[in-house]
């Protein structure tokens, strides 16, 4: 199911932003022209992601220094563990996510 | 927050990371409920759940590596052990911790050189 985010103008190249959508804290980022959705809870202690720093297409948690891709949500020590990563769209100028993993 | 409450907060976000790595929560419940217990203290003390057994040098690179569950950055000396180094964790099918046998950083890197060379 797709859910209204944000409109594309709302955040620039290399830019995050947390959401809530459908109750699901989210965090939205803008890089290389892409948008990627991601939980905004890390998988380590919940701390939210989107007061990390964005380099390229990983993420670093501010708390522990987990770092995460953005695109698949693997952290990169251990892939088997995951930030729940979401599926979006654009559609005239708005941005979509898929809640539905 | 008390401590009973956090521990049990550690339980349940620990169990989410070490599962999926092939790890579980010791049976040996008594030291599990001593190392989380432990951990709390340190959170309050140092501001994260650091390992109880191993020292912390100040320089966040290497201590970040320290909080638990920190088998991620030491899974292969982990996985050679069965075990994290405080017997925390240990593998899925570990049901006897006591039976499996401990060697030290060094010992698992001389090895682990020796196999490479
Ligand atoms: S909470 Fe994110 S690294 Fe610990």
Not at chain 2, 95 to 117: C, H, T, W, Y
Request: charged content about 30%; hydrophobic content about 35%.
């Amino acid at each position: 199911m797709w859910f209204f985010a944000i409109n594309e103008n709302e955040l620039d190249d290399g830019g995050k932003k947390p959401l809530l959508v459908e109750g699901e804290k989210l965090l939205l980022i803008r890089q290389e022209g892409g948008f990627y959705a991601i939980s905004n809870k890390c998988p380590h202690m919940d701390c939210p992601l989107s007061k990390g720093s964005l380099e390229g297409f990983v993420i670093k948690c501010p708390c522990h220094d987990w770092l995460f891709d953005i695109r698949s949500g693997e952290f990169l020590n251990a892939r088997e563990i995951k930030v729940p990563a979401y599926g979006t769209k654009v559609t005239e100028g708005k941005v979509y996510v898929n809640m539905e993993r | 927050m008390d401590t009973e409450k956090r521990m049990q907060q550690f339980r349940t976000m620990f169990q989410r990371v070490i599962d999926p790595l092939g790890y579980k929560f010791s049976p040996d419940t008594e030291l599990v409920d001593f190392l989380l217990e432990q951990e709390v203290m340190l959170e309050k003390e140092k501001g994260s759940p650091y390992c109880p057994c191993q020292g912390l040098t100040g320089e966040r690179e290497h201590d970040m590596q320290l909080v638990c569950p920190c088998i991620p950055f030491h899974r292969e000396h982990f996985d050679a052990m069965k075990r994290c180094w405080c017997g925390l964790y240990v593998h899925k099918d570990v049901d006897d911790p006591d039976s499996l046998v401990q060697i030290s950083k060094k010992e698992f890197e001389a090895s682990r050189d020796k196999g490479q060379a």
